[in-house]
């Protein structure tokens, strides 16, 4: 797996209190994790390194918008997403990153690389279902939605006098007789 240069922040050097980095995330960037499932992708990350003594804390923001296909009718559109991450980054012995809030580095290490941290923050931003917005509103014309409206089964009006069914009549009392 390609480690992305750019997401090494090398802390080693950086005086203690915070420091900002900004990434502007593209298609590319999943790409190199092998991520597919987006047919492009803008978004902006903001991650804030607060070095201390001892530890560090790490916030990534992230905010923009994946284009994806609609799962109903595989229209393409953009999917709004924000998420956020915090990690506590200590040293110890060995690396170990299995606590999601915490991650642990060897000691005499100075640098880290946010990428994974930031792929999964992103992957997991975006909705499971993906619905394109103009579905729930009626604005999308496709030709898929078309083809839905024409299968679906058409209410057919019988003649305008109330007769009913008579099967259902006994279970028409039940709903009446409380």
């Known amino acids: ?42 978004i902006r990350v903001k991650a804030i390194l607060e070095k201390m003594s001892t530890m560090m804390e790490l916030q990534i923001e992230a905010e923009g918008t994946v284009n994806v296909d609609c799962d109903l009718t595989g229209e393409p559109f953009d999917q709004p997403i924000e998420s956020d991450l915090r990690l506590v980054i200590k040293f110890g012995e060995e690396y170990n990153d299995e606590d999601d809030e915490i991650l642990i580095i060897p000691h005499g290490e100075h640098q880290i690389n946010i990428a994974q941290y930031v792929y999964e923050m992103l992957v997991l931003a975006v909705p499971q279902k993906r619905i394109h917005p103009g579905v729930e509103d009626g604005t999308l014309k496709s030709e898929i939605l078309d083809k839905l409206e024409q299968l679906q089964p058409k209410e057919t009006k019988e003649s305008s006098d109330d007769k009913t069914d008579p099967r259902w009549d006994d279970l028409k009392k039940l709903l009446t007789d409380k």
């Open 1 to 42: 797996m390609m480690k992305l240069k750019e997401f090494f922040i090398p802390f080693s050097g950086l005086k203690l209190g915070k420091h900002d980095f900004v990434y502007e995330i593209d298609n590319a960037f999943f790409e190199s994790f092998e991520y597919q499932e987006f047919n492009g992708a803008s």
